[in-house]
């Protein structure tokens, strides 16, 4: 159970649902515990969250980053399945249990459908998975899991996780951008994804078509290039003639890039580059 301060204020940072296409059923449960599917990570999603992709919880949960959460979860149960009660389940990333919450029962008698309800607060200085149980009593083929609304042009709507950020934590602060420049062109990191971005300009060695010219970026990439590309900027009047560059050896640092004319003149210019990465 998470810590909270006399004034916090829950503020909602990620909605993650199971959907499913129109008229689509629930589907079939067991007597006993269900796990439900999350399958959709919905608007908003400030803090990050991403669907479970690995472990025995791969395509059934959500993974989240440290925070100080409140979790809200509601899902259906189908006519017939008698007593159910819905759970609140937090792992670790190599699925270690944490924590979790068994919520007030429901009963869905042969008529009808209902849903259970479960709430749970919880403070992590570590990555953490949450995973949605449905305790059901009695086994409902095909709509156990939820009867389809069948409303034109919409997903059906089953399991639903709302997920609130709440005290000193909430949310996370993210990482400023950094930015600059130096001899070798202009650069930009985006703070929250990593992302970077380079560009410059710069004259070949030579006008002679074959000519190999060094690139060398304004900071180094610290694990892959994603993108490179070249603009040639002319510096001559003389629209008849022009030269393309294209990348030859390359390295987290720089590349190289040989210069081929197109006609016969030797054109003088220079040329405009822009690279990506991490």
Wanted: charged residues 10%; aromatic residues 8%.
């Amino acid at each position: 159970m998470g810590l909270r301060r006399i004034g916090d204020i829950p503020i909602l940072v990620a909605n993650v649902a199971e959907q499913q296409p129109q008229n689509t059923n629930g589907g079939t449960n067991i007597a006993g515990e269900n796990i439900r599917t999350l399958n959709t990570i919905e608007v908003p999603n400030t803090i990050g969250a991403v669907l479970t992709a690995t472990g025995a919880y791969a395509g059934k949960g959500v993974d989240l980053p440290p925070n100080n959460y409140i979790f809200e979860a509601d899902a259906p149960a189908g006519a017939g399945v008698t007593v159910h009660r819905l759970g609140l389940f937090v792992y670790d990333q190599s699925d270690n249990l944490l924590t979790f919450e068994w919520c007030d029962g429901n009963y869905a008698p042969g008529v009808g459908q209902n849903s259970a309800h479960c709430k749970l607060a919880y403070n992590t200085l570590i990555p953490i998975r949450v995973v949605i149980k449905h305790y059901m009593g009695a086994v409902v083929l095909n709509t156990g899991l939820g009867v389809p609304v069948n409303q034109a042009g919409v997903n059906e709507h089953y399991t639903e996780l709302s997920i609130m950020s709440i005290g000193a934590t909430s949310p996370l602060p993210l990482a400023p951008d950094t930015f600059g420049s130096n001899a070798n062109g202009y650069w930009h990191k985006n703070g929250q994804t990593g992302l970077i971005k380079q560009f410059g300009t710069i004259t070949p060695v030579s006008n002679l078509s074959g000519t190999v010219t060094a690139v060398l970026f304004p900071i180094a990439f610290s694990s892959v290039r994603i993108a490179f590309g070249t603009q040639v900027k002319l510096e001559i009047a003389n629209g008849n003639s022009n030269f393309v560059v294209k990348p030859s050896t390359e390295t987290l640092s720089g590349l190289s890039v040989i210069r081929q004319n197109n006609g016969n003149l030797d054109a003088a210019g220079s040329f405009y580059w822009e690279a990506t990465g991490y």
